[in-house]
């Protein structure tokens, strides 16, 4: 006994965060007579008995190395989104499109609460980041892509919309808001460098959702799983005893009684970007940027080539107007990354880098004529491009349940397309009607320069 006490001592373990981790744990282990212990343990906490000397120990080396055993296991949540090559860009729908919400309006209650004004005590001051607003320069140019934007979408202005954030208005009037927000500079969101961040697209981004959940169940803070449940626990705001880690507690009491606000529970999410934040976590901080930018970049990579391929197609599309920099207000809200006239008409743009992301796009809720693409696959080692340099499948208004072909259907690389013909197009296959009952008249297939000789 006399050598455990020692190596507790020796080891300088806080006791009291000890006993925290074994309140949170809510793992299981295949070992009843380990479980058991562990729930007596528990139990004594809950019921504040005096814990022994070998139970402290007893917890602490079953934690480290059940840690080791889940930081192996895949039966996490990033384990089974990010598990194959194969759904890298298609997590089930269902856990993707949770933490897609549940992230957003984390993000919201951030920005939007209390919190911020405890995040802006807490932030590493080497970061130079604030939650507050941008530059004037930000909101006087968001206000002309939204005038000329407003212009585009004039003729679908009172549909209605059920939109991600706010109540359910008519676009019209959602342009209205909007303006009156960029008007009067009502516009907050991570600062820094005293530019739009990066970090602001943390909101939706639910591969670094999942790797944050993954530690928590590494951690035994979350059960193992990928089921809604774990999301929603993860997301949940708890009281601050049972969340927050000891060492903010005095912060938050500290700019509590100085900033007159009160701040009455938070969730693990929260909790996970305050650590980041800190002085003491400047790796865990650009590991964060780091993976947003990776995610960040394959859009940005998937939009590059789009655009790309519809700029050297200039008789098949027109008028391409982008929306899609850092901090864009009609990206943001309309989740339209450019307008431009196709062979049928103006229609909105959302790229996405994968099908499960392009099928479930936000642009399609707005009711206007719109395409959502995304890449298509690589050819395989050894076989040779086609014509084009880009591979694009889109969904659309007509086609929301399969994907189809934007090369074929809007560049007309095949002979086959399933849009309406242009007059020229018309023309040109009546024509060919005509040479083919001629022909059969004639009863001979005609020359290619028959009617230039015949004129």
Same mark, same amino acid.
């Given at each position: 006994m006399r050598d455990l006490i020692k190596k507790l001592l020796r080891e300088e373990v806080d006791r009291k965060e000890l006993e925290t981790k074994i309140r949170r744990w809510v793992g299981d282990?295949?070992?009843?007579?380990?479980? $058991?212990?562990?729930?007596? =343990?528990? +139990?004594?906490?809950?019921?504040?008995?005096? &814990?022994?000397?070998?139970?402290?120990?007893?917890?602490?080396?079953?934690?480290?190395?059940?840690?080791?055993?889940?930081?192996?296991?895949?039966?996490?949540?990033?384990?089974?989104?990010?598990?194959?090559?194969?759904?890298?860009?298609?997590?089930?729908?269902?856990?993707?499109?949770?933490?897609?919400?549940?992230?957003?309006? +984390?993000?919201? /209650?951030?920005?939007?609460?209390? *919190?911020?004004?405890?995040?802006?005590? +807490?932030?590493?001051?080497?970061?130079?980041?604030?939650?507050?607003?941008?530059?004037?320069?930000?909101?006087?140019?968001?206000? &002309?892509?939204?005038?000329?934007? !407003?212009?585009?979408?004039?003729?679908?202005?009172?549909?209605?919309?059920?939109?991600?954030?706010?109540? +359910?208005?008519?676009?019209?009037?959602?342009?209205?808001?909007?303006?009156?927000?960029?008007?009067?500079?009502?516009?907050?969101?991570?600062?820094?460098?005293?530019?739009?961040?990066?970090?602001?697209?943390?909101?939706? $981004?639910?591969?670094?959702?999942? /790797?944050?959940?993954?530690?928590?169940? !590494?951690?035994? /803070?979350?059960?193992?799983?990928?089921? =809604?449940?774990? =999301?929603?626990?993860?997301?949940?705001?708890?009281? *601050?005893?049972?969340?927050?880690?000891?060492?903010?507690?005095?912060? *938050? /009491?500290?700019?509590?009684?100085?900033?007159?606000v009160d701040i009455k529970s938070i969730s693990m999410a929260h909790v996970d970007l305050l650590e980041k934040f800190h002085e003491e976590k400047e790796k865990d901080f650009q590991d964060m940027k780091r993976k947003l930018k990776f995610t960040t970049t394959l859009g940005e990579t998937a939009e590059k080539n789009f655009v790309d391929l519809i700029q050297n197609a200039p008789t098949k599309v027109t008028e391409i107007k982008k929306y899609s920099t850092w901090g864009n207000v009609i990206d943001m809200v309309f989740g339209v990354d450019m307008t431009a006239k196709f062979i049928d008409g103006f229609r909105l743009v959302q790229v996405k880098n994968g099908e499960g992301k392009a099928k479930s796009a936000f642009v399609k809720s707005l009711k206007i004529p719109y395409l959502s693409v995304f890449p298509g696959r690589l050819p395989e080692p050894g076989v040779r491009r086609r014509k084009n340099p880009y591979e694009f499948l889109y969904f659309s208004e007509q086609n929301n349940k399969e994907s189809k072909s934007f090369n074929q259907n809007y560049l007309r690389t095949d002979k086959e397309v399933d849009l309406p013909l242009s007059d020229e197009e018309k023309k040109a296959k009546y024509s060919e009607k005509e040479i083919r009952a001629l022909e059969k008249v004639l009863g001979k297939t005609l020359p290619d320069d028959y009617f230039a000789m015949n004129k």
């Open positions: 282990t295949d070992d009843p007579e380990v479980g $058991n212990r562990l729930k007596n =343990i528990q +139990a004594k906490l809950q019921l504040k008995i005096p &814990i022994e000397d070998d139970e402290y120990v007893f917890f602490e080396d079953f934690l480290k190395n059940e840690i080791q055993r889940r930081k192996t296991s895949t039966n996490t949540m990033s384990g089974k989104m990010m598990r194959t090559k194969q759904n890298f860009f298609n997590p089930p729908k269902d856990q993707q499109n949770k933490i897609t919400e549940l992230g957003r309006k +984390a993000y919201l /209650d951030l920005i939007q609460t209390n *919190l911020s004004v405890f995040f802006n005590q +807490a932030f590493n001051p080497k970061f130079n980041m604030r939650i507050g607003k941008p530059g004037k320069g930000w909101f006087k140019q968001n206000l &002309i892509l939204l005038n000329r934007f !407003e212009k585009d979408v004039e003729p679908w202005k009172n549909n209605f919309v059920k939109w991600v954030e706010g109540p +359910a208005m008519t676009i019209g009037e959602k342009i209205t808001e909007l303006k009156n927000k960029l008007e009067n500079e009502n516009w907050f969101g991570l600062i820094e460098e005293d530019d739009w961040s990066i970090l602001n697209h943390v909101d939706t $981004n639910y591969t670094f959702w999942a /790797d944050e959940i993954t530690k928590r169940q !590494e951690g035994g /803070d979350l059960p193992m799983g990928s089921d =809604i449940k774990v =999301i929603e626990l993860y997301f949940t705001p708890k009281r *601050l005893e049972s969340a927050l880690p000891k060492k903010w507690q005095p912060i *938050l /009491d500290r700019m509590m009684k100085e900033k007159n």
